[in-house]
């Protein structure tokens, strides 16, 4: 029974990933008929691999405000997650032992962007992450509109952005320590 349930989410994962890629090609292949050549993504807002990543504004747990485009010149982890998600709790500590031993080395923030509209409350959100001792920002959903923006279907959802602020990969599915490093470090 266990087995069928996780063949069942892996499955689940991997159709996912694949509508996302399709959707993706869809759309860049929707733009390249509209205007004739393929269009230089790397100065166009959007999802696609080199395109600057939608910008928002957020409230952290502890009150200030982050907004995205504030953070060009640093890379960013930017991560989708809710404290009743199975793999977004197994995550958050490999997100934080890479916050603490790797983020200032290679020049990263990471913003970990929870589904507070979907979620069981801000005292739940604070009690997740004082028992994980989660040290870096924790910004608030308080609706679907970002990740609407940002077309997550499944969430841990993290998309790794570069210092110019252009999304460089999307990865739908809990990272170990190891992985987010080898992102990081591929931006190099």
């Known amino acids: 029974m266990k087995k069928n349930i996780g063949l069942l989410f892996v499955l689940a994962l991997v159709a996912t990933m694949l509508g996302t890629y399709i959707h993706q090609q869809l759309q860049k292949a929707e733009a390249i008929d509209k205007v004739g050549y393929e269009a230089d993504l790397s100065k166009e807002e959007g999802l696609q691999k080199g395109a600057i990543a939608p910008d928002f504004t957020l409230e952290t747990i502890t009150g200030e405000k982050v907004t995205l485009s504030d953070l060009k010149g640093k890379k960013v982890i930017l991560n989708f997650w809710a404290t009743w998600c199975r793999p977004c709790q197994i995550e958050m500590p490999h997100l934080q032992s890479y916050y603490e031993d790797y983020a200032k080395k290679d020049n990263v ?71 987010i490093r080898d992102y990081v470090t591929q931006l190099d």
Do not use: C, W
Request: charged share 25%.
């Open 109 to 179: 923030v990471i913003i970990a962007a929870n589904t507070t509209y979907n979620d069981q409350g801000k005292d739940k959100i604070e009690t997740f992450i004082n028992r994980l001792d989660i040290t870096f920002p924790i910004l608030l959903m308080p609706d679907r509109n970002i990740i609407k923006t940002y077309e997550v279907l499944t969430i841990p959802s993290t998309f790794v952005i570069d210092t110019e602020g252009r999304i460089q990969h999307h990865i739908v599915g809990p990272l170990d320590k190891d992985a």
